[in-house]
Each structure stands twice: as structure tokens, then as C-alpha cells.
């Protein structure tokens, strides 16, 4: 392999110093995001809990299970009132919880908390959130209703923050300790992603040697579009997400460790 590495150093200098610059694995700061776009929407109010979510989710908010359609990642959900500011919800697939978050609105209304554990892969993730206040509950409402702009991540377990680039001869492969994974060439192909029933593809396009823009889909269908930089010292990445099924977009920083 060093040898390989050799000759190919000299016949395409270019290639290796791009796949150079992202191989090893990136820490990111959860705190440095930057979430913009189209603000989340629920509301809980009449013993009915709706979401503007995507799927949109309306449903009973009884303490039980009820069926879920159209989402990958779950087949049921369960909400439930805890007190006038805060819900629990409970997603299920084939039985098993999938994911637990409790919603909790400040006193004045204008904060929403969100601390969640899920499960991916046999893995376990945590963390917490929070986002402000945009557009008032209705009457009546539960206090976490009302359309909230996200603002910022308040913890994350470390499983869910680090991310594995490897050099490949014209492409990267990416490992993430939650079980995700990917191998594509800088082809605009797609190659499978696996480890995440959401997302069933992947492409890279190189845009320069260190940056490249990588295209998650889902049956053929584009979910986002992610731009990875790499700074000149090679030491900080800089991700920018377009979210195209939630109208967001976000902005990352992680460091090499």
C-alpha cells in the first residue's frame, strides 16, 4: 500500500492533497450551528397534537400508541400531555422505541427546550435543544404549540458528533460511530448509504481540492445538499446543509482530532 501511495503521489498530486486534507476523523462543535430556513410548527390543543413535521403528523394525544405513515424511521407515535408546558413523544418501529423527547416551554412562553434520546443501529444518542418563539399558540393551546425558529444545541452525546473521512483513489469513505457509512467516487454517481433508512443514496462532486459538495437522496429523490470545506491549514471543516424536505438550512464547524 505505502508504495501504491508512491506512484500515485507523483502521477496525481492533485487528488491525493484533496482525499489528504479530509482523511481522519472531525469533531464537530454542536454549539457553533447555525440553523436557518423555515421555522418547526406543532400544537397541542383539544386533546389533538398536530405537526407541520415531514411527514405532518396529526394524532390523539392520549398516552397511546397510534399509526404513523410515511416515514422511514418510525410506524407509530405516542404524545402525551404532562402539564400545560410540556408534551412527551414516542416513536415506535416494528415495536421498538425509536426515539423519546420531552418539549418544554419556559415561563414566559417564548423558549422551547427539547431533550431527546433515540436509538439508531443498536446505537444509543442523546441531547437537548432549544428554539425560540416566532408565532404565538393558539387560545387555549398547550404552551409548546406555536411555530419555533431553532436557535441552538445545548448537548449531544459524542457518538452522535464525530465523523470518519477515508481517502479512496477518487472519492472518500465516510463512517459515523452511529453506524451510517458510505464509498462513492467524485463521479456525481450515486452509491448506496447505508445505515440510515432515510437516506438510501449518496453522490460527490469534488469542487476543489478541499471542498466537496455531497447529495443524500432517498429513492432518487435529493434530501440535501451538503458543501464540506476544508480550511488551508486543514485543521477546521466547514459543512453547509440546504435541507430540501424541511425548507432549512444549517451551518457546522468541526475540528481534527
Not at 392520549?62 to 416515514?71: A, I, L, M
Request: proline share 4%.
Amino acid at each position: 500500500m505505502k508504495k501504491l501511495l508512491v506512484v500515485l503521489t507523483f502521477l496525481a498530486p492533485a487528488t491525493l492533497f484533496a482525499q489528504s486534507a479530509f482523511t481522519g476523523t472531525w469533531r464537530f462543535d454542536m454549539q457553533s450551528g447555525q440553523i436557518g430556513g423555515k421555522p418547526f410548527i406543532q400544537s397541542l390543543q383539544n386533546g389533538v397534537y398536530h405537526c407541520d413535521c415531514n411527514p405532518e403528523i396529526t394524532t390523539k394525544a392520549d398516552g397511546k400508541d397510534h399509526e404513523r405513515k410515511g416515514s422511514p424511521y418510525s410506524d407509530t407515535i405516542n404524545v402525551r400531555e404532562v402539564d400545560d408546558h410540556t408534551i412527551e413523544v414516542v416513536t415506535k418501529k416494528d415495536g421498538k422505541m425509536v426515539s423519546r423527547s420531552k418539549n418544554t416551554a419556559s415561563e414566559d412562553g417564548n423558549t422551547l427546550k427539547s431533550e431527546w434520546t433515540a436509538w439508531d443501529n443498536g446505537h444509543e444518542t442523546s441531547g437537548a435543544d432549544t428554539s425560540k418563539r416566532v408565532a404565538p399558540a393558539p387560545a387555549g393551546a398547550n404552551k409548546t404549540s406555536g411555530s419555533w425558529q431553532f436557535e441552538k444545541v445545548e448537548s449531544a452525546s459524542d457518538n452522535m458528533t464525530a465523523v470518519t473521512f477515508s481517502a479512496t483513489p477518487d472519492g472518500l469513505s465516510m463512517t459515523q460511530r452511529t453506524g451510517e457509512s458510505y464509498t462513492a467516487k467524485f463521479d456525481g454517481k450515486d452509491y448506496p448509504f447505508k445505515g440510515d433508512p432515510g437516506t438510501t443514496s449518496v453522490s460527490l462532486k469534488r469542487i476543489d481540492d478541499n471542498t466537496v459538495e455531497e447529495t443524500d437522496k432517498r429513492d432518487g429523490k435529493i434530501l440535501s445538499v451538503r458543501r464540506m470545506k476544508i480550511s488551508s491549514d486543514g485543521k477546521t471543516l466547514t459543512l453547509d446543509v440546504e435541507d430540501k424536505e424541511d425548507q432549512t438550512t444549517a451551518k457546522w464547524t468541526a475540528h481534527k482530532e
